[in-house]
């Protein structure tokens, strides 16, 4: 790897916060479409919507960063990472909460949604494995899980996995936009699968599996 | 007859500045936020499940005509209202009434409507996904037109069918469902007082996004039964292949009364929201109507959802 042009060396200054900036976007667009009366007749399952479509996005947003980089050698773009994960995580906390608060904080009926319905409990099991990608986001828990952070932190896969299928099953008929979302997750995991299996072909291969012999 | 539009005391609608802080919370994301770590204070504040089902004020003209699922113009509930005034044209309209009866004949919609008495209903709605709104209708009763049909003794049903025009009604250009969008009853809950051909609401023309100029009204059944846009009425003597229930048989049946009981396989419908407002309502049996009850006496609704 050359070293980075100079232009390169100035991005990597700006990225985080230009993250953050770019994070916030549809935060600040439904707090703009509240004031204004753009969440329509029913705001409640509006800001449901936009914010479980939010942090779908993010994530999306987040497991792009290595492919390109890899690709690009752009290596500046690596703390965007973290601060898309981050934002993911507000919005799924934010959708959260506006669940919590259409339930009526019903213990009762929010345990029966999410026992009962298939769509619900694939999206509360996507929420509990974000739980501790969020906590274990500081520098001091990298430095102090080492290689095991790495490890923890492929949960991100599982969970955005089953957050497309969590979009997947609540739509009634039309499945573009959870079509669109499965299709980029599948792309996305194929750019982290593809290399490998490169990898695997080139190296030699163990003897008896070479093919027939001749003698 | 002897249904009338329900009187709501004034005592019970709500003041218009309680109605519009509810459009400004979310802009107040704090205060949303702040609730959440209240949760007991505001579950002590609010009312009852039954207090609440007894109150039926009208929703504004606005939220009905702006939050609409006719997948006709998208699948989207802004896609009605943006899209339908400017393409759906409503004049001429005519209605073809055909099938089982002794008199059959394409309409004018003028002329279907007008030898008829108008009345004024005010029904609750509860749509399939859990919403509901109350709604001043105006229309005539379908029991009139049918019995000016004169259907035949084999038969026991009727079907609707919607307007097929992709150059008017551009959701159909794509296969979300198989249009014409199609809908029936039994004949007898076609003659039932209660099942309506809604023209108008709030005393003006029915708006296009609401099914524009003639749909049905089946207060008791969720909302996807009350077709829009009829263009066809037959009398038939089975139980016509209905849209939603081809579409997704497990999921919504011909009947579809409302239910609490009988849960949609992927949420329950044990309760609703009312347009415009915050907490969720116990959605009732037949929504509330149980004069209707005895037309499904002997039946089990769980199978006959």
Redesign the interface.
Known sequence: MAHPAPWQLRAARWIRPAAWAGGLVPLAL??A???T?G???????E?THRTGFATLLMLMLTLAISPVRRWTGWNWLAPARRTLGLCAFLYVCLHL??Y??????SLG?IV??VV????VTVGFAAFLLLVPLALTSTKASIRRLGKRWQKLHRLVYLAAGLGVLHFL??V???LRDPLIFAAVFAALMLARLAPRLVAARRRPAPRETRGPVHP | MLIRKPEIPSSEITPEATYLNRRQFFGAAAGALAASALPTSLAACTMSDAEAAQRDEPNSFEDITSYNNFYEFGTDKSDPARLAPRTLRTRPWTVEIGGLCDRPGRYAFDDLVRPHQKVDRTYRLRCVEAWSMVIPWRGIPLRDVIARARPRPGARFVEFTTLLDPAQMPGQRRSVLDWPYVEGLRLDEAMHPLTLLATGLYGRDLPAQNGAPLRLVVPWKYGFKSIKSIVRIRFTERMPATSWARSAPTEYGFYANVNPAVDHPRWTQARERRIGEWRKRATLPFNGYPEVASLYRGMDLRRNF
Do not use: N
């Not at chain 1, 969440?39 to 399952?45: N, T």
């Not at chain 1, 009962?116 to 769509?119: T, V």
């Open positions: 439904i707090v479409a509240g004031f009366g969440l329509g007749a029913e705001p409640i399952e800001v909460a506006i919590l608060v259409d339930q009526g904080f009926f029966e949604d009962k319905h298939p769509y099953w609540l009634k008929k039309d």
